[in-house]
Every structure is written in structure tokens, then in C-alpha cells.
């Protein structure tokens, strides 16, 4: 071995003895602060003993009382989001629940004009007649899905909460106050009245 490998060897190991030595001393002094607290507590008295037991049962309290404030106010946050986020929801739901009902009361005209188109080509068999039943079939049908419900009183006692009276005609071939004739329908979206039926009243004398 050369005598530059033989001084690099010297070396290392004197880095390594001393990393040693350093680590001893570490534990060394560890292990003489550890004897000297378990001396000091020794030479306590009954009473300092006591005190400091009594001083930590306090800070344990102390640290216990805060622990629960972070904790309590950790789940009044979480609760308040969680509202926060069920307001947000219901208040998205109405609007879009808002915007469908104006939708679909602006489109009742139109299915009473296809209602009437097809009752006055009734007696007819063309593609025209066809065409108009097709979208009148599917647009009713899709708004049905929205939620629509048709009110059709015709024949039904006169219920004033989804019918307006418009005529009252005396009749002895019905009960008083049944509906004779609807002049054009009424619908409620979602179960609330979107607009009442329009109907002839029988009256009898």
C-alpha cells in the first residue's frame, strides 16, 4: 500500500473514532441529565413533591379545556358549513324550480293551440293532422316528465281552488254545481297550481 493510501486510511479512521466519541458523549450527557433530574426529585420534599404534582394536574386541566374549545369550535364550524351548504342547495333548487315554472306556464298556450288545430281537424287523416298529434304527443309528454299535471275537470263537482267559473247554465241532467263544459284546461306543475281550469257550471232550480 502506498504511503498516500496508508495516510488516507489514518484518516478515516480517526474521523470515525471521533464520531464514535461524540455519540458516547451524547448519550453520556443524556444519561447524566436524566440521573441528575431523578436527584433533584429526590432530595424534594413531601410537600414540593405535591405541589408539583398539583402544579401538572392544572397544566393537564389547562391543556384538557383548551383541547375541548378547539374541539367545540371545530364542530360548530363544521355545522355551519354544513348548513351553509344545504341553504346554498334548497336556494339553487328554487331558482331552477322558478325558471321551469316560468317556462313551462309560457308554453300552455301552445299546447292549447295544438289542442285546437287537432280538434278541428278531427274529422281528418292526413299527415298534417299526424304531424300536429306527433308534437302535441311529445311535448306534452316531456313537460309531464318536468313535473306538469293537466286539470281536467269536465264532469267532476266544481272545486273553485283549480276552477274558474266563467259561465252557470241550469241544468237538471246534473248536480248542482258540476262542471258542463271546459273551455280550456288547467295545470299544476309540481303539485301547485300553475293555472286554473276555465269551465260552464251547472245550476239547477
Not at 486510511?9 to 461524540?22: H, I, L, P, T, V
Not at 316560468?102 to 299527415?127: F, H, M, T, W, Y
Not at 298529434?133 to 299535471?149: I, N, R
Amino acid at each position: 500500500m502506498s504511503e498516500d493510501k496508508k495516510k488516507d486510511r489514518k484518516e478515516e479512521m480517526e474521523k470515525e473514532k471521533m464520531a464514535q466519541g461524540n455519540g458516547a458523549e451524547g448519550s453520556r450527557e443524556e444519561s447524566e441529565d436524566s440521573g441528575k433530574r431523578r436527584r433533584e426529585l429526590h432530595h424534594l420534599t413531601k410537600k414540593e413533591l405535591e405541589e408539583m404534582v398539583v402544579a401538572l394536574e392544572e397544566r393537564l386541566e389547562e391543556a384538557e379545556r383548551k383541547a375541548r374549545e378547539y374541539l367545540d369550535d371545530a364542530q360548530r364550524q363544521k355545522a355551519e358549513l354544513d348548513n351553509y351548504r344545504k341553504r346554498m342547495i334548497k336556494e339553487q333548487s328554487r331558482i331552477i324550480e322558478t325558471a321551469n315554472r316560468s317556462l313551462i306556464a309560457g308554453l300552455l298556450p301552445v299546447i292549447d293551440n295544438l289542442e285546437k288545430a287537432l280538434q278541428s281537424c278531427e274529422d281528418r287523416d292526413d299527415a298534417l293532422k299526424r304531424g300536429v298529434s306527433m308534437v302535441y304527443e311529445q311535448l306534452v309528454t316531456a313537460l309531464k316528465k318536468e313535473g306538469l299535471e293537466e286539470i281536467n275537470p269536465h264532469g267532476h263537482p266544481f272545486n273553485p281552488e283549480e276552477c274558474e267559473a266563467v259561465m252557470a247554465v241550469v241544468s237538471d241532467d246534473h248536480d248542482d254545481e258540476t262542471v258542463v263544459e271546459v273551455h280550456q284546461k288547467g295545470y299544476r306543475y309540481k303539485g301547485t297550481l300553475l293555472r286554473p281550469a276555465r269551465a260552464t257550471v251547472s245550476k239547477c232550480e
